[in-house]
């Protein structure tokens, strides 16, 4: 009987061990399982690094989740592939906000000069106030308080995407419907507000911008809402524009392999640097399920484009990756 309780037990165990054990490789609109072996809710989200350390912030679409809240995922990472659960962030409505209240696509910047953590968000109520929320903490997975709710530049903002140049300059990319556009704005000093940088003329939602040698690169997807569609690039010298024409990303029947952009990263190693397309694979009848496809991009001298979704290896030392083929 006892050898039959130690086996039994080996078994149960035996999950954890799995989960607990680090790997390199990335399997895209696989589920994605964090340190604890629950799949990670970081949907619309964006990435930061503090010193040496990666942080994953997204929409929390928990299937148990209290519908008068929002919530917020908080993970960390030193590899960008094992990702260690910190905090599942609540937030209650702003004043003015009723129960069918919006918080999505937050985006976390670090100021190193407040020493903040300011997330950015885009709040709602019924998809008609299209409005930017800022909220502030001490700590990157402490309790973020609410500061305002505003139209950024006297404008509209639903989706939003964040991008930090290679100086340390931080910059909030939304959309704009009204302008058929989105734009791109500079956090001030404090980070508390915007200054504008410019409006790229193409109605796209999604938005993400890496800079890469020489270029900007910019990708946004169209408005179709939940529904995938063939996300596009376009490049410029300066963020400011001119930016090119729009191309596709992917082949445009695949619809961006069901997938919608939300970041860039640039990994700059040792040996190479490389950028990984980082999307969300939704799941609107059962949003906790929403998947990620995150894949190396192949990119430079004005040219980006998606491979097909495939399993691949991350070396964040050597900004190596890697196909993984049978």
Same mark, same amino acid.
């Given at each position: @009987? ?21 790997? #390199? ?9 964090? &340190? ?13 690094? +503090?010193? #040496? ?11 148990? &989740? =209290? ?11 030193? =590899?960008?592939? #094992? ?24 985006? +976390?910047?670090? #100021? ?16 008609? !106030? $299209? /409005?930017?929320?800022?909220? +502030? ?11 305002? $709710? ?19 300059? $931080? ?14 704005? /500079?956090?001030? =000093?404090?980070?508390? =507000?915007?200054?504008? %940088? ?9 938005? $993400? ?18 529904? *995938?569609?063939? &996300? ?35 990994? %700059? ?8 397309? @980082?999307?969300?694979?939704?799941? *609107? ?11 190396? !991009? ?12 495939? *399993? ?13 083929? &049978?």
């Amino acid at each position: @009987m006892k050898v039959r309780l130690l086996v039994f037990s080996f078994f149960a165990f035996f999950p954890t061990m799995l989960f607990a054990q680090k790997r #390199n490789i990335i399997f895209p609109k696989e589920i994605w399982k964090d &340190n604890r072996g629950e799949h990670i809710q970081a949907h619309g989200g964006g990435i930061i690094k +503090v010193k #040496n350390i990666f942080y994953w912030f997204g929409e929390d679409r928990s299937k148990d &989740n =209290d519908p008068a809240l929002r919530y917020v995922g908080c993970y960390s990472s030193k =590899d960008l592939v #094992n990702w260690k659960f910190l905090k599942q962030l609540k937030f209650t409505p702003p004043k003015g906000f009723g129960e069918h209240w919006v918080l999505e696509r937050p985006k +976390v910047f670090y #100021n190193e000069k407040t020493k903040k953590f300011v997330m950015y968000y885009h709040v709602d109520e019924h998809y008609r !106030l $299209a /409005k930017v929320g800022i909220a +502030v903490s001490d700590k990157v997975d402490g309790d973020y308080k609410f500061v305002k $709710a505003f139209s950024p530049l006297g404008h509209e903002s639903r989706d939003i995407g964040q991008f930090i140049d290679d100086d340390g300059s $931080a910059y909030l990319i939304f959309e704009d419907r009204p302008f058929k556009g989105f734009r791109i704005a /500079k956090l001030t =000093d404090d980070y508390m =507000d915007l200054t504008e %940088v410019c409006l790229i003329q193409a109605p796209l939602e999604g938005g $993400a911008i890496v800079h890469y040698e020489d270029l900007y690169y910019a990708i946004g997807s169209g408005l179709t809402a939940w529904d *995938p569609n063939p &996300n596009k690039y376009a490049t410029a010298k300066s963020l400011a524009g001119p930016w090119s024409d729009f191309k596709d990303i992917a082949p445009p029947e695949t619809k961006t392999y069901g997938s919608q952009s939300t970041m860039m990263i640039k990994v %700059v190693g040792t040996k190479t640097t490389s950028v990984i397309f @980082m999307a969300d694979v939704w799941k *609107p009848d059962s949003q906790w399920d929403s998947r990620y496809l995150w894949m190396p !991009l192949k990119i430079g001298d004005g040219k980006l484009s998606l491979p097909a979704p495939q *399993p691949f290896s991350l070396n964040i030392k050597t900004g190596i990756t890697k196909i993984i083929t &049978n």
